[in-house]
């Protein structure tokens, strides 16, 4: 009887260290890591902005992002870019994004970005905010986002371009 306690305490002593190993760094979680996310700067009324990020999957289970929120909008969605008979079109992620083992998927301008719509506050540069991203099996992952002028936003990760590409 004894025995079993100490070891569960162990047990739990290993989830309470790996917890507080997440919060040390807001930037990884589980097996997954983040570029620094950058959000597009508005002008006073504009209604929606978008965020940029490249999420790796460094673990051995592919993932999927299925949602992100903020208090800066109202309503966050998951868009691609698509050239529709000539034209650049936005259209919602269908099912989320998928994020393969040992892959990393680029969220960046002209491309894949997370939606923001309904702003709540302009997005002045410099602000920082922080958004959600949900992912199907790693969870919840809060991370802050710098607000940039559009020239500002650099690619997200140097030496990868935007499309999907294995690590
Ligand atoms: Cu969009």
């Known amino acids: 009887m004894a ?12 989830f309470v260290g790996l917890d507080a190993g997440a919060t040390n760094d807001s930037h990884s ?3 997954l890591s983040f570029s620094p996310m950058q959000i597009r ?15 790796a999957n460094h673990g051995d289970a ?9 208090v800066v909008a109202r309503r966050v969605e998951i868009h691609s870019m698509e050239m529709d008979n000539g ?10 994004l998928p994020i393969a083992a040992g ?16 702003l709540t506050t302009q997005l002045a540069a410099d602000s920082q905010h922080e958004i959600t991203l949900v992912f199907e099996k790693a969870g ?6 710098t607000v940039k002028r559009p020239a500002d936003i ?11 590409q294995s690590q």
């Open 3 to 14: 025995l079993k306690s100490f070891a569960l305490a162990l047990v739990m002593l290993v």
């Open 87 to 96: 034209v650049m079109r936005m259209r919602a992620v269908d099912g989320g």
């Open 154 to 164: 650099t690619p997200t990760m140097p030496g990868h371009n935007m499309s999907h």
């Open 41 to 55: 700067a508005t002008a006073p009324g504009m209604p929606s902005s978008a965020a940029y990020v490249s999420i």
């Open 140 to 145: 919840e992952i809060t991370v802050t986002a």
């Open 29 to 31: 979680h589980a097996q």
């Open 62 to 70: 592919a993932d999927r992002l299925i949602a992100a929120k903020t």
């Open 103 to 118: 892959e990393a998927v680029h969220l960046a301008p002209g491309g894949l970005h997370i939606m923001l719509m309904g």
